[in-house]
């Protein structure tokens, strides 16, 4: 039996959270992947709770002391390095190692009740309106990355490959000018980092922000080797945190994708070659994006 909308708004939740069966999570992404509403609602819930997240792991209590945690380290390293020379010596060392147990056990306790927390007051209220305006900031996760990478197959075969968004692109430079300045020159520098690998046969084919599914992509297309490849940058939230070296992310048809993360975007390699191949442009390119990404931030 097809899941339907009223059973994925069921566990939305517990799909976010990751606590759902191998058989159950199959069926909500094979819904999700014919569903526009239920991706946009997905969505929702997700940014709020990275937003509640974000603000329980920020706030001052859930904090540890920097200067604590690097006398305690250096002190844990220093006795490591010295041999035991009595029993008493080794009973000392072992109450040292409790004490940081324990340390570590109540930080866990207390990032645990602030996530019940974010869980409960995400159950309680209703996602907020409707709206396809990128979400900002964002620690990308596997399911996640799944998830985007449907939208990011569709904008390829939609828009690189047939032409067919319901809403026209506009230039880069304009959605630099009026939605977020990671559009300027974003183009030139993938081009750039292509080049330099695969030599002056890449070729730009068109270059624009462009909207699929309600999810906003920077979109460059370009030939490389008989082969038409999208790059996609799209915002996301809670990505800040760290950089995620480029991995294989799905395939679909004779399409493959791969993708990474990087301040607060989500970027992802479209083509018809085979998966390694994909990564390769990915690990191409990488470097060159988290830079444009992390001057963008600076000028904005």
Not at 30 to 57: Q, S
Not at 83 to 100: E, H, I, T
Not at 140 to 161: G, Q, R, T, Y
Not at 180 to 197: K, P, S, T
Request: charged share 20%; net charge neutral.
């Amino acid at each position: 039996m097809r899941m339907n909308c009223k059973d994925l708004s069921e566990l939305v939740d517990s799909y976010l959270s990751n606590e759902l069966l191998v058989e159950t999570n199959h069926d909500v992404i094979r819904h999700l992947e014919h569903c526009r509403d239920c991706r946009e609602m997905l969505g929702e819930h997700r940014e709020l709770r990275a937003r509640l997240k974000g603000a329980v792991i920020g706030a001052d209590e859930s904090q540890i002391d920097h200067a604590f945690a690097v006398r305690l380290r250096e002190d844990l390293r220093s006795r490591s390095e010295r041999p035991a020379r009595s029993f008493a010596g080794l009973r000392f060392a072992f109450a040292g190692m409790v004490v940081v147990l324990v340390a570590i056990v109540g930080v866990w306790l207390m990032v645990n009740r602030g996530q019940d927390a974010v869980d409960q007051a995400t159950s309680q209220q209703s996602a907020p309106a409707n709206t396809i305006i990128p979400p900002a900031g964002m620690q990308i996760v596997p399911a996640l990355l799944s998830e985007v990478s449907h939208d990011a197959f569709d904008d390829h075969k939609n828009c690189a490959l047939a032409h067919k968004l319901k809403e026209r692109p506009i230039s880069l430079v304009k959605a630099a000018q009026t939605v977020d300045v990671v559009n300027l020159g974003f183009d030139g520098n993938v081009i750039q980092a292509l080049r330099e690998r695969f030599g002056d046969s890449v070729k730009l084919i068109k270059a624009h922000y462009c909207v699929i599914n309600g999810r906003y992509f920077t979109h460059v297309v370009v030939a490389l080797a008989s082969r038409t490849v999208s790059v996609l940058l799209t915002k996301q939230s809670n990505a800040d945190r760290a950089t995620v070296d480029p991995m294989p992310c799905g395939v679909d048809g004779d399409l493959s994708a791969a993708c990474f993360s990087s301040g607060g975007y989500a970027a992802f390699v479209i083509s018809n070659a085979l998966e390694s191949e994909t990564l390769q442009v990915a690990n191409t390119i990488s470097g060159a994006v988290v830079n444009h990404i992390g001057k963008a931030r600076i000028a904005a």
